[in-house]
């Protein structure tokens, strides 16, 4: 039986860290990998649920020793909104390196490979989140439940909340991955039958190149065109002179959580 651990970041203060290392048939993904769980600043204090936020590429979320290339600050940004009234728990779900791209990608490319994100949402929708339901006090409920991401883990967040439309009731789809699978995420969003009533968050750059803004401008207008109304159930952030990075994506996901999680 796995148990959760206290994970202490220097300099932290508040919130409590905690880790679980899952064992490979936990996982059902093959191997080792740390679930990192970041708790709001009164979880301890009080008996109040919250909402969960589930976050790919969770190496990158709290702690830069551990970062590829930065980190998103997002224990300062959990202080930060706790201030203002706005808590969640937050669930670090770590890539696995060289399979990250088969993991985080819900459509086979020829070229660069993936196919594996259905695999992953299983995992994340019939391991972990009955795992983080029974482990911590959540508001287990679709509208209290958020998946989010950067690059192809945007992508896969937005698949998500159309694929697992029970599960997720709003998206962070930032930076997102569009050009995957010669664009194939437009295809599957015409073919779907009906939009989510799901919040999304969508967000681009403006130094990411003029592919990435164009596919992301598309996916605007489309999101539009299907009924989604900005303000009500659509963000959108165009940051002007923001690349596609580690601290871009956690300055922008400070900003967008108290839309997500429809506060």
Do not use: C
Request: aromatic share 10%.
């Amino acid at each position: 039986m796995s148990e959760w651990r206290d994970y202490p970041l220097r300099g932290t203060g508040r919130p409590g860290q905690i880790a679980l290392r899952t064992p490979g048939e936990l996982a059902g993904l093959g191997g080792h990998r740390e679930i990192v769980v970041a708790l709001p600043p009164s979880y301890r204090g009080s008996s109040t649920p919250y909402p969960v936020v589930y976050m790919h590429d969770g190496q990158n979320l709290f702690d830069p020793t551990l970062s590829f290339a930065g980190d998103w600050g997002l224990v300062d940004s959990l202080n930060h909104l706790a201030d203002e009234g706005v808590e969640a728990i937050l669930v670090g779900i770590p890539n696995r390196g060289r399979r990250r791209r088969y993991e985080y990608s819900p459509f086979r490319d020829l070229i660069h490979g993936g196919g594996g994100g259905e695999r992953y949402l299983q995992f994340i929708v019939d391991t972990l989140k009955p795992l983080i339901d029974a482990s911590f006090r959540t508001r287990p409920e679709r509208d209290h439940t958020v998946i989010a991401g950067s690059s192809l883990g945007g992508l896969l967040s937005l698949y998500a909340l159309y694929r697992h439309a029970g599960i997720f009731g709003a998206a962070g789809v930032q930076s997102p991955a569009l050009w995957l699978a010669r664009r194939a995420i437009f295809r599957f969003l015409a073919e779907q039958p009906q939009r989510p009533t799901g919040r999304i968050h969508l967000d681009v750059g403006s130094e990411e190149g003029p592919e990435t803004l164009q596919n992301v401008r598309e996916l605007r207008a489309r999101l539009l065109d299907a009924g989604y109304v900005i303000g009500r159930d659509l963000s959108y952030v165009e940051e002007a002179g923001a690349g596609h990075n580690e601290q871009a994506w956690g300055r922008r996901f400070r900003a967008a959580l108290p839309f997500l999680l429809g506060s």
